[in-house]
């Protein structure tokens, strides 16, 4: 049986990273958000993008709105049972998740949360209005 490992937010300079070793892309929900399903077969993340996000993987970019275009989602699709080596939190609300061969980027919004990310334990962090990050851990 695998063992708990809750993540771990590694603080720098402007952002915040959250290395993940053996963790994959599960699931993906289409509401009026993009939402992603990280789990390492025993911890579990949540990520909800609710605005427009894009997705760049063999040198091609892909501009997303899960809103307004949810038909046009296809293509991150593709990104569905990929390791996912690391998140990516910028102090200003930018989002970036990484896979081997892509790569998914969010910005923050003046109006709206733009994303949020729950994990194991009760850590919550979510893009605020403007250009701040709240996290709860």
């Known amino acids: 049986m ?3 490992e809750s993540l771990r937010l ?8 959250i290395e993940l070793d053996g963790w994959r892309f599960e699931q993906c929900v289409v509401d009026y958000a993009f939402g992603l399903r990280i789990s ?6 949540q990520i909800r993008l609710n605005r427009e996000f894009s997705m760049t993987r063999d040198n091609a970019r892909y501009d997303f709105n899960p809103v307004t ?3 046009q989602l296809g293509p991150a699709l593709s990104l569905l049972h990929l390791p996912v080596q690391k998140i990516r939190v910028w102090k200003n609300g930018y989002l970036l998740i990484v896979f081997p061969t892509a790569r998914l980027e969010i910005q923050s919004d003046q109006d709206f949360e733009a994303w949020e990310l ?3 334990k009760g850590m919550l962090i979510v893009s605020l209005p403007g250009d701040e990050v709240a996290i709860w851990q």
């Open 10 to 17: 590694v603080k720098r300079k402007d952002y915040w990273d």
């Open 118 to 120: 729950s994990g194991p």
């Open 69 to 71: 275009h949810p038909e």
């Open 2 to 4: 695998a063992k708990i």
């Open 40 to 45: 390492n077969q025993v911890e579990t993340i």
